[in-house]
């Protein structure tokens, strides 16, 4: 046995692709995890294009990316989102620090929600600007702490998780934007890394969920997630892109994401983009997991995001080790346990667009019995 082996431990193992049906420590599951929502990164034309571009380009550019690979990427970037460029950076953990960087001469001060994802919280630290935090996702408190910490004439920029990753929370941003009409220039940036390719009509995020797609509404993303590749984004104009490049050591000082995970980002994305009914399928998923969950008693909240949070009494990771005897995996998140974790221990349900009716039927049956 391999050290990797014996350390992790072999219930936990992944054994294949993410899919809703996986399989993991050796035995086939219902997988109701993660942030693959559409499960691009097993599907067979986005692992056909990285082993293409592999043989073709090799593992990467060395630091330099210069190569069409990446060049395709970013103009399926900017067709999805309607932009005239796009960043494409290391990680989606990075493109929130790559704009925030970027804009840092437009703005003065930062007031960024309490339970901001740790992206976030990095980017802030770098950018050197005085940080003021806001009661979690609490218009009321954001104007609060904008009337006592702005000087006159000086800019905010509001920031926050547009989906907020454990809890699957909306950040109310109509209210921020409306808050932010009283202060001129006054920018919103936000890490949308489970927004893109989930939320809007089109999949562009929890701006168009919210029609605030406009010149002063910035949003940063990832092709990790629900596009099936890998690799940080920020939709931008010609300028913005200039200035990440130009000020985010990030793009200058650092090598893009990897040939092949570059070519999966585009493949998965053309597939997304090609495929209106994933959408679709994923919103009849979340409609259903919600009627079933909120069917139990629990709160659920009127979302079109594909992550329930489930508090309730009782010892959760025992239910979740209920559900794992099931074949059924879901994930238990400790008090507090992540950025935006409440601070009860809480189970985290995914769903997919590729999960069947009979599978969330299946999970809610199950959670019926031990809830
Ligand atoms: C809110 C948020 N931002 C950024 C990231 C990092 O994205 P990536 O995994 O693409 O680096 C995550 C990762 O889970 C996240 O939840």
Redesign the pocket.
């Known amino acids: 046995m391999t050290i990797v082996e014996e350390s992790l431990n072999a219930r936990d193992r992944m054994d294949s692709p993410i899919g809703a049906r996986m399989r993991i420590g050796g035995r086939d599951v219902d997988y109701f995890c993660g942030?693959s929502y559409h499960a691009l990164h097993g599907h067979p034309v986005v692992i056909e294009a990285a082993v293409q571009a592999l043989r073709a380009y090799g593992l990467g550019p060395a630091t330099r990316a210069d190569m069409s690979v990446y060049m395709e990427t970013e103009a399926l970037v900017c067709a999805h989102f309607g932009c005239e460029a796009a960043a494409y950076v290391a990680?989606?953990?990075?493109s929130?620090m790559a704009l925030l960087l970027a804009l840092r001469d437009d703005y003065d001060v930062a007031f960024a929600d309490e339970r901001s994802?740790f992206?976030v919280n990095d980017a802030l630290k770098c950018a050197e600007r005085p940080v003021f935090r806001f009661r979690h996702r609490d218009p009321q408190s954001l104007s609060e702490q904008l009337r006592r910490h702005l000087k006159p004439g000086q800019v905010p920029v509001v920031v926050s998780?547009g989906v907020f990753?454990s809890t699957g929370a909306l950040a109310p941003l109509d209210h921020y934007a409306q808050l932010l009409d009283a202060y001129p220039g006054g920018l919103l940036c936000i890490?949308d890394?489970?927004g893109v390719g989930v939320l809007g009509s089109a999949g562009r995020g929890t701006l168009e969920h919210f029609g605030l797609e406009g010149e002063r509404a910035f949003c940063a993303g990832?092709l990790?997630?629900a596009f099936g590749g890998?690799?940080?984004i920020v939709p931008a104009s010609r300028a913005l892109a200039d200035r990440i490049a130009a000020k985010g050591g990030v793009v200058a000082g650092a090598s893009p994401p990897p040939v092949p995970a570059a070519a999966a980002a585009g493949a998965g994305l053309r597939l997304f983009r090609e495929n209106p009914s994933m959408l679709q399928a994923l919103r009849t998923n979340v409609a259903h997991m919600r009627t079933g969950l909120a069917g139990l008693g629990l709160a659920i909240p009127q979302t079109p995001v594909p992550i329930f949070n489930v508090q309730a009494r009782g010892d959760l990771k025992a239910v979740c080790e209920r559900l794992r005897e099931r074949d059924i995996v879901v994930k238990y998140v400790g008090a507090s346990g992540y950025s935006d974790a409440p601070s009860v221990e809480t189970l985290r349900i995914a769903v997919f667009s590729s999960h069947s009716s009979e599978q969330i039927d299946d999970l809610i049956a199950a959670l019926a019995v031990l809830l």
């Open positions: 942030t990680s989606g953990y990075l929130i994802h992206s998780d990753p890490d890394s489970h990832t990790s997630k890998f690799g940080g």
